[in-house]
């Protein structure tokens, strides 16, 4: 069974801190990995997809990597409206009768101070 | 362009009656999915399916639930006779194609009282 683990389940920065958020996952065969964004009351917004182990991709202060067993979204000098919940998942290849569903973890609730 | 459009947001339903949630994909989306997020819980899969067709229903619980999504108009997800442990955030999204982002619409968080 695919499976998605986020750590920390919180994070409280202060402004200008730079940290990183996990995911770890173990899928099937994996077809992307994917980051969002969800704050309070609304839905999650997209920010990135990955592929393959080695890439990495960029969003004014943050950057997603990705191994073939884990996920990092780093977070460079955040702003208190980088405040929310992100959550990450994957999406592994259609297995017969299957579909390619996304899998998500609880999310990282991050917290940026002023 | 329009986003995926939900409604109602908020609803609320006694225990034993039937709720109803619709989803309008993205313009040009024909890939609709239905999560439900429980508080402290992360998004759980119900059902995917394209028009006219459920392509997979497994996250689906077997009974009272349904989904359909025709030919013309917006998806809906039905919950019949709902108890107290349906109460959460269910989240349609849609997609251009089987895989990829999708686009979340904002949600209908069900209260059953």
């Known amino acids: 069974e695919d499976q998605v683990t986020q750590s920390p389940e919180a994070l409280r920065l202060q402004e200008g801190e730079s940290s990183s958020l996990n995911c770890s996952y173990t899928v099937s065969g994996l077809r992307g990995l994917f980051w969002y964004r969800q704050d309070p009351g609304k839905g999650p917004e997209f920010l990135f997809t990955?592929?393959?182990a080695g890439e990495e991709k960029e969003k004014e202060r943050l950057k997603a990597t990705l191994t073939k067993k884990e996920s990092f979204l780093h977070i460079t000098a955040p702003k208190p409206e980088d405040s929310a919940t992100y959550l990450c998942a994957v999406q592994a290849w259609r297995t017969q009768g299957g579909s390619e569903k996304l899998v998500f973890g609880k999310g990282t609730k991050l917290t940026v101070n002023p | 362009n329009a986003g995926v459009m939900q409604n109602p947001r908020h609803l609320v339903r006694r225990r034993g009656q039937e709720a109803r949630l619709r989803c309008s994909p993205v313009?040009?989306?024909?890939?609709v999915y239905w999560y439900r997020q429980l508080p402290e819980e992360g998004l759980k899969f119900m059902v995917y399916?394209?028009?006219?067709?459920?392509?997979?229903e497994s996250g689906m619980p077997k009974e009272r639930f349904s989904a359909e999504f025709p030919k013309e108009g917006p998806s809906i997800l039905r919950i019949q006779q709902v108890v107290r442990g349906d109460s959460a955030a269910y989240f349609c999204a849609s997609s251009p194609l089987e895989s990829g982002g999708y686009t979340f619409g904002s949600g209908t968080r069900l209260t059953v009282v």
């Open positions: 313009k040009g989306h024909s890939h």
């Open positions: 399916l394209q028009k006219e067709n459920i392509i997979d």
């Open positions: 990955l592929y393959s």
